[in-house]
C-alpha cells in the first residue's frame, strides 16, 4: 500500500512540475528562492557533513541547541575523522533564515520532488539527516534509503496532523522505517519506538535582550486569535497592572492584532517604533519582530504560551520561558508538547474568563533561577545518535544519467589514443603526477611536494595561458599559466609546454636540482604535473591523485567529469589520497583496479599563511574585520571551508570558474566590500591578479599523514639523492 502511494504521489509530483515551477517563480513567499528550493543551490561546503532540517523558528531553537554539542561531541572523537566535519542547516519558513545561527551554511530546504531531491542529495551529500520534531517527506525519505544516508528525528513531536498518520499502521510504517526517533518524553518515546531525553527547544543560549521596561510584564508568546482578547480583558483586570509584550504565532496576523489593540483605548506601540526602552505610560507592545521573543523572557515576571486555548493547536512549547525561569500560564490544551510540559508547574487557566486569576498568581509567584545552559537533552540527545556520526559519505550522484549510453564511446577514444606507445626521453628521470579527472584533485600541490623532496622541474602544459606552442619558463599567469605562476613565485622551477616530449627535453637541459637541502643529481628530473593521460612519454614512478571525497569524480565524461577509466589506476605505482586523515580508508570504489604493491599515501591541507602584496605573513595578521572571499577554482566549498576552520567571520562569498582570467569590472565589484570587508582568495586566484591589490591570498601546503616515508624512499632511490 505505501509503495503504491508513493509512486502515485511521485507520478503526480512530475506530471505537476510545470505549475510547480511557475508557481515557485510567481509566488512572493517563493520568489528569488527558486533556485534553492529546487536543490541547485550553492553549497560552500564539502561532502560528509551534518544535515539539520529545522522547518520555521521554533524548530530552529532545537537546532541552535544541537549544533555546538554535535561539534562538541563530534571533536572527542577517537579516530578526529569527525572533527572536520560541518554542518548544514535548511529551514523551510522565510522566517527562520535569518535567525539561523550555528551552522556552516543555511539555505532553504528542497521541495519534496524528485528533480529537487536528486538535485540537492548530489551537491551535499551529507552523511546523516537530522529532522527536528516532525518533517516527514515521503521522496526526501526514499531518496536518502536509496543512498544509505541515516536518518533521524529528534525532539520528536507528534502533532494533530502526524496523529492522523497512525490511524494508517502500514503507511505510517513504510514512512518511518529505519528512522531513529529521539522524544522529549516517555508518552511520545512509547508511542513512536524511540528514546526520550527531555526537550531540547529550551536549550539554546537566548541573545542578550534587546528591550526593556520598568515595571512587571506579562510576555504573551505564539498567541492565536482569541487569546489577544482575553489577555488584554485580563490584565486590566490587575492591580497593579502589569505590562502586556504580544507575540502573535503568525506574522501574517501583526496588523489585524494592531488593529484590535488600537480599538480599544490603550496606550500600545509596535515593537518596531520603539527604541531599547518602553515608556512608563505604555500598557501593550505588539512585538511584531521575528527571533527577538526568546531573548525577552528573562526580563518578564511571568508568561503566557498560546494556542493552549485550542484543542486543535494542543498547546506551543514551554520550554523557553521555563528556561529563563519565568512562570508560565497556559490554557486547558497542552497535549501537543506534553514533554515540555511534564517538567512545567505552571499557572493553569480552565477558560478564557479565569485568565486574569492565573496571570495575577504567576506574578505573585517567587522568581525562579533560570536552567542554565547545561543542555542536559541536547548532549543526550547527540549521545543517543552516536551511530549516525559514523555513517560514511554517500557515494557521487551522475549528474547526467541520460548520457550514459555514450560513456563506452569516451572509453573507446581514451583506449586508442593509448596505443600509440610511449617513448623514453633520454637524459633524465620522468615522474608523473596525474589524476582520473582533469580538476580539483590537488595534483599541482602534489607536484610541488614532489620537486621539494627531488629538486626536480614541474612540466605542465599551462592551462589557461595564451596561445603558442612554444616552451615557457617564466611570466606572468596569461604566459604560462596561474598554477605554474603561483608555483614560480615559490620559488619551484616551472616549464610551460603544450608539447609535453619538448617540455620534458627543456627541463633535463635546466640540470639536475643544486638547490639548498640536495645534492646534485646524477640525472635530472622532470615533474610531469597531469601526465597519467600522457601516453606518448615514458615515465619511471606514476603518481596518481585522488581527492578522498570525490573519488569516482561523478562517472566516466559525458555522464559525469572523469576523463579516465577507473581501469587505469592499474598503472599507478602511487595512490595519493588528498584530504584524506590517517584513518580514511581507500575508497571502495578504486580498491578493485589498484596494484597489490601500490604505495598508498594519505594527505590533508593546512593553512600556512598569507600572501600580502607580495609578502608571507603570518594567519594572526589578517586584520579583525568581516570576510568577503572569491574564489575561481574547481572545488571553492574547500577553500570557504578551510576559512571557516580559520574561524574567520565569512561574510560574503563569490564563486568564478575555474582558472578564471579576472577582468576590470570583475574587480571593481569587489570594490564595494574593501572599506567594510577584508577580502581573501586563494594563492592560484591571486597569481592572475596584479601584484599590488589589496586581496589577501591564502597559502596552503600539503601536510602527510601516511605513506610519507615509503614514498621518499622510493624517489630518492630513483632519483639517486641523497638528503643534504
Known sequence: MFRLLVALYRTLLWLGTPIL?????????????????????????????????????????????????????IAGTADGLAAHVEVLRTCTSATARPQAVGADQTLYAPFDHPLAVRAFLDRARPRCLILVEAELWPILLEACRARDIPVAVVNARLGPKQRRWLRFPAIWAGLTREICWVAPDQA??????????????????ASAPSLTWSRPAVLAGSTHAGEEAALIEAVLELDPRPLLVLAPRDPRRFDAVWSLLTAGGLVVRRRTRIGTVVEPEVDVVL????????????????????????PEVGGHSPAEPAAAGCPV????????????????????????????????????????????????????????????????????????????????????????????GATRVPGGVVISVGALSAGGTGKTPVAAWVVGVTGGTIVSRGYGRDKGDDVRSGGEANRIGDELTMLARRGVPVISSP????????????????????????????????????????????????????PGSDGLIPAGTRRLPLSWLGRADVLWLNHATAET????????HLRDDAIIVRASYRSAGWLFRGSLLPLNALPRRPVAAFAGIARPEGFFRQLRRLGLPLDRTWVFPDHHRYAYVDLQSLEAWRDTHVIVTTEKDAARLPPDESIWALRIEIEVHTGEGELRARLLGLTSLEPA
Open 21 to 73: 515551477a511557475v508557481v515557485a517563480i510567481a509566488h512572493p513567499r517563493l520568489r528569488g528562492t527558486a533556485r534553492e528550493r529546487w536543490g541547485f543551490a550553492r553549497l560552500e561546503l564539502e561532502p560528509g557533513g551534518v544535515w539539520i532540517h529545522a522547518a520555521s523558528l521554533g524548530e530552529g531553537r532545537v537546532a541552535a541547541a544541537l549544533i555546538p554539542r554535535i561539534r562538541e561531541h
Open 188 to 205: 511520545t518515546a512509547r508511542l513512536i519506538g524511540g528514546v526520550a531525553v527531555g526537550d531540547v527547544k529550551g536549550e539554546a543560549e
Open 287 to 310: 512585538l511584531d519582530t521575528i527571533g527577538e521573543l526568546s531573548s525577552l523572557y528573562r526580563s518578564a515576571s511571568a508568561a503566557f504560551v498560546g494556542g493552549t486555548f485550542s
Open 329 to 420: 500560564v497556559h490554557g486547558p490544551h497542552i497535549h501537543a508538547n506534553p514533554g515540555a510540559w511534564a517538567t512545567v508547574a505552571g499557572f493553569p487557566a480552565r477558560n478564557l474568563e479565569a485568565l486574569g486569576s492565573a496571570l495575577e498568581a504567576a506574578l505573585a509567584s517567587p522568581t525562579r533561577s533560570a536552567t542554565g545552559s547545561s543542555a542536559p537533552a541536547a548532549r543526550a540527545t547527540v549521545r543517543a545518535l552516536g551511530e549516525l556520526w559514523e555513517a560514511e559519505t554517500p557515494a557521487e550522484g551522475v549528474p547526467r544519467p541520460w548520457l550514459s549510453p555514450l560513456t563506452p564511446l569516451w572509453a573507446l577514444g581514451v583506449w586508442t589514443r593509448s596505443l600509440g
Open 499 to 550: 608539447d609535453r616530449v619538448a617540455g620534458v627535453r627543456a627541463a633535463f637541459q635546466a640540470g639536475g636540482p643544486d638547490r639548498a637541502g640536495h645534492s646534485p643529481a646524477r640525472t635530472p628530473i622532470a615533474v610531469l604535473d597531469d601526465g597519467l593521460q600522457v601516453a606518448g612519454i615514458a615515465r619511471d614512478l606514476d603518481i596518481v591523485a585522488v581527492d578522498a571525497r570525490y
Open 585 to 592: 580508508p581507500v575508497p571502495r570504489l578504486l580498491r578493485p
